[in-house]
Nanobody
Framework: QVQLAESGGGSVQEGGSLRLSCAGS????????IGWLRQAPGKEREEVSC????????YYDDSVKGRFTVSRNSAKNTVDLQMNSLKPEDTAVYYC???????????????????WGQGTRVTVSS
């Protein structure tokens, strides 16, 4: 079971940027499909991005496409989410999550992750 910890959340003005980081411990994140999900107050948790292992493919929700970029940093054992041009509707608690643990790990879009971080809060004010 990989352990995950998010960092980098905070409060920014509309149009600003934040970089979230998901750090893994016990196992390398290079063997896991890693998703970034968010949950706004009163709303269901939604997947905004996911990076697979098997083919390196990356998924972005339409609401963040062109503004958010996910990337792996194998040296630091992190998966980072660069968030630019932030909007008030991006306000949420952001979670990273993992599934797979092998070279064929993929993103399924079914929120069927097996390991979750505790979340980091992002607040965007207008």
């Amino acid at each position: 079971q990989v352990q995950l910890a998010e960092s980098g959340g905070g409060s920014v003005q509309e149009g600003g940027s934040l970089r979230l980081s998901c750090a893994g411990s016990r196992y390398t994140l290079d063997h896991y499909a890693i998703g970034w999900l968010r949950q706004a107050p009163g709303k269901e948790r939604e997947e905004v991005s996911c990076i697979s292992v098997r083919d390196g493919s990356i998924y972005y929700d339409d609401s963040v496409k062109g503004r958010f970029t996910v990337s792996r940093n194998s040296a630091k054992n992190t998966v980072d989410l660069q968030m630019n041009s932030l909007k008030p509707e991006d306000t949420a608690v952001y979670y990273c999550a993992a599934r797979g643990g092998h070279s064929a790990s993929t993103c399924t879009r079914r929120l069927d992750f097996t390991d979750w971080g505790q979340g980091t809060r992002v607040t965007v004010s207008s």
